[in-house]
């Protein structure tokens, strides 16, 4: 685990520590270091970065990250990397031979995917004689394993992969996805499924034609999203066909580990409050290691009709909990919820959402917002209308959704208005903690090694789970950035420790180039 801020000081020399007078560190300042900067020698000596893609982070520290390359010697001037404060590993890069031997990897899909020990699965394009074929591999700088691929048959031998979408993974370096098949016995009728790969065998989660749990229809439509823990259970919302109850009971969320499959809700079910029954679903399903899964559903029949028709909802396949309901106030009593998106869970059952509000004070300037709940506690994270922490602009948006870690804390990107840079500076990536409230990480337009930054990208991970994240329980966020002399870069920031540093972390920037690196000077 990596040390805190203040272990790392006190590692510096006893003259040092002599030296030293207590005084309160500026937190962006000393917490933020450089993984990967635009000009670096990649780990092969093979080029150098030049851009990048926004990155994900595991428990360890360690960030994964897609980057293109300069000065390589042949079509190989893409790859995925790992890196820490101390070194970086090349993961997989374009050219490079894949674990079949028979083909060579020609592209891969922007963000990858990272557990705790260090394994990234990604999902990549490979050519060879008999084509080009996409599939999830996954590798950690000395292993490359091919977790699933078009053109592997089913599990059940019944077709064989022509298209493979979605990637969720975990701990156990398993992944899940969904696949559509060719040459199947059952021709249209059974032709896509939710599958499970481990590098050594392929299990079916759930196939068309499938009966539900239940016994009420079989599955015939599955959607591409799907979540999975870190028990090997896969969530996802699919729909059904030959139901006793037609488009009415046609639709619900499931659950599955490849020998049981669990309804966690469905169409015309009634809603835990038995206000209206369930009507539909949003697609984006999250599952912690509890087995719960939080969804987005929508509703028929409720007493208010379409001011209390939607809610979040956490359920396990026995109990149903309600979230957050339209027409409930908002914290502050500022206007009412009408709609909802991006469901973030964690595994203290704790979901992170953007929320949407009618009947407020400042009409479409404080009409939606970030919150945080467990069904019996609202918390409010950011709202639109809000001033940033530094004062310079007010939230107007928070498009890419909002990451949560098991300690109740969110990070995202928050789109401002009323700044004075306009245009220049307003996006920025922030933090938010009970005690500490909002912590700003990084923006547009602040001066960072010895240029400006002008553009932030950030994973959320909301719904590929905390491996597809570029934020950890450690109060760690990481980022990629753009800078106006066009140097790009992959950024680590962790969280401040309460208390007032002293003088001897401002000596750690000095030890090493990976070490702190302080974003206002070169």
């Avoid at 977790?147 to 899940?176: C, H, K, M, W, Y």
């Avoid at 079916?204 to 009966?211: K, T």
């Avoid at 396990?316 to 009593?333: H, K, V």
């Avoid at 007010?394 to 990107?413: I, W």
């Amino acid at each position: 685990m990596p040390l805190s801020p203040i272990a790392r000081a006190q590692r510096l020399t006893v003259a040092a520590l002599l030296a030293t007078a207590t005084v309160a560190i500026p937190a962006h300042a000393q917490t933020t270091e450089i993984i990967a900067l635009t000009g670096d020698i990649s780990p092969d000596a093979n080029g150098s970065f030049s851009t990048f893609d926004a990155p994900v982070l595991n428990e360890a520290g360690q960030v994964a990250f897609s980057s293109f390359l300069t000065n390589t010697r042949f079509r190989d001037d893409r790859g995925i990397f790992l890196g820490d404060r101390v070194a970086l590993t090349q993961v997989v890069r374009e050219n490079q031979s894949d674990p079949s031997g028979e083909f060579s990897f020609s592209d891969f899909r922007p963000v990858p995917t990272l557990n705790d020990i260090g394994q990234s699965a990604f999902f990549g394009f490979v050519s060879g004689p008999a084509g080009t074929r996409g599939g999830i591999f996954r590798g950690d700088g000395s292993d490359l394993t091919q977790l699933a691929r078009t053109g592997q048959d089913a599990p059940d031998a019944n077709g064989f992969f022509v298209n493979i979408r979605s990637l969720a993974f975990n701990e156990a370096g398993q992944t899940a996805f969904q696949g559509r098949l060719f040459n199947t016995a059952g021709g249209r009728s059974d032709d896509y499924g939710i599958f499970r790969g481990n590098g050594s065998s392929l299990t079916r989660i759930a196939r068309e034609g499938e009966a539900a749990p239940d016994a009420n229809g079989s599955f015939s439509e599955f959607d591409e999203v799907v979540a999975l823990n870190d028990a090997g259970q896969a969530a996802f919302r699919a729909t059904l066909n030959n139901t006793d109850g037609g488009t009415s009971d046609d639709t619900g969320i499931f659950r599955g580990d490849g020998s049981t499959l669990t309804q966690i809700a469905r169409t015309g079910q009634s809603a835990p409050d038995a206000n209206g029954s369930f009507s539909n679903f949003g697609s984006g399903v999250s599952l912690n290691d509890a087995g719960q899964a939080a969804f987005v559903g929508e509703l028929t029949g409720t007493t208010g009709g379409g001011s209390d028709n939607a809610g979040i909802f956490l359920g396990d396949g026995s109990t149903l909990t309600q979230i957050i309901r339209t027409g409930q106030a908002a914290p502050d009593a500022n206007g009412s919820f009408s709609n909802f998106d991006s469901p973030s869970l964690n595994d203290a059952g704790q979901v992170a959402f953007v929320g949407f509000f009618i009947g407020t004070a400042g009409g479409f300037g404080d009409d939606s917002g970030l919150f945080r709940s467990d069904g019996s506690i609202l918390t409010q994270i950011a709202r639109e209308g809000q001033a940033a922490p530094d004062a310079n602009g007010f939230f107007s948006e928070f498009t890419g959704g909002v990451a949560l870690n098991n300690a109740g804390q969110a990070a995202f990107l928050g789109d401002l208005t009323g700044t004075v840079g306009g245009s220049s500076d307003d996006l920025g990536l922030y933090l938010f903690d009970d005690g500490l409230g909002l912590i700003q990480i990084a923006r547009e337009g602040d001066p960072f090694l010895g240029s400006t930054i002008t553009e932030l990208s950030f994973a959320p991970g909301f719904s590929v789970q905390d491996e597809g994240s570029g934020f950890n329980d450690l109060g760690q966020v990481a980022y990629q950035f753009t800078l106006a002399d066009g140097r790009s870069g992959i950024a680590l920031y962790t969280i401040p420790e309460p208390a007032s540093l002293t003088l001897l972390a401002l000596g750690v920037a000095a030890l090493t180039r990976r070490s702190r690196v302080d974003p206002e000077s070169d």
